[in-house]
């Protein structure tokens, strides 16, 4: 996993032109959600992997917005930011979904996922 990330990491930074970086960022995002999806199916939470990848998502999020900034293409901006808040949509959706299915005794990711939800609802 670990090397996985470092290697996610390593294509996003060899990324030159920030809008392009900017969409594989919110794409990154869009694989910690796969995490959760498949970590929240088990029956009991691994050592807090849901509220790590949570995290985690918020932050390639922050990432990708941040990434845009630096774009200085005004049309390669307005694509990417209309790809951008298309991404944050359909992951607000899917971490909704996720919200209403936590199972009592299970609450340890909500603040997490309040947090990525929060962060979504600035990027639209």
């Given at each position: 996993?670990?090397?996985?990330?470092?290697?996610?990491?390593?294509?996003?930074?060899?990324?030159?032109?920030p809008s392009v970086r900017a969409?594989?960022?919110?794409?990154?995002?869009g694989r910690r959600l796969q995490?959760?999806?498949?970590?929240?199916?088990?029956?009991?939470?691994?050592?807090?992997?849901?509220?790590?990848?949570?995290?985690?998502?918020?932050?390639?999020?922050?990432?990708?917005?941040?990434?845009?900034?630096?774009?200085?293409?005004?049309?390669?901006?307005?694509?990417?930011?209309?790809?951008?808040?298309?991404?944050?949509?359909?992951?607000?959706?899917?971490?909704?979904?996720?919200?209403?299915?936590?199972?009592?005794?299970?609450?340890?990711?909500?603040?997490?996922?309040?947090?990525?939800?929060?962060?979504?609802?600035?990027?639209?």
């Amino acid at each position: 996993y670990l090397a996985n990330m470092a290697l996610e990491f390593t294509q996003v930074r060899l990324m030159s032109i920030p809008s392009v970086r900017a969409n594989v960022q919110m794409v990154l995002a869009g694989r910690r959600l796969q995490e959760i999806r498949a970590i929240t199916e088990q029956s009991v939470e691994p050592n807090g992997r849901v509220e790590k990848a949570l995290k985690q998502f918020t932050q390639e999020v922050k990432n990708a917005k941040n990434t845009l900034k630096q774009a200085g293409d005004p049309l390669q901006v307005e694509q990417a930011a209309q790809d951008l808040a298309k991404k944050a949509r359909q992951y607000e959706e899917e971490l909704l979904k996720a919200k209403a299915q936590v199972k009592p005794g299970r609450e340890v990711g909500v603040a997490a996922m309040e947090e990525a939800l929060k962060e979504l609802s600035t990027s639209q």
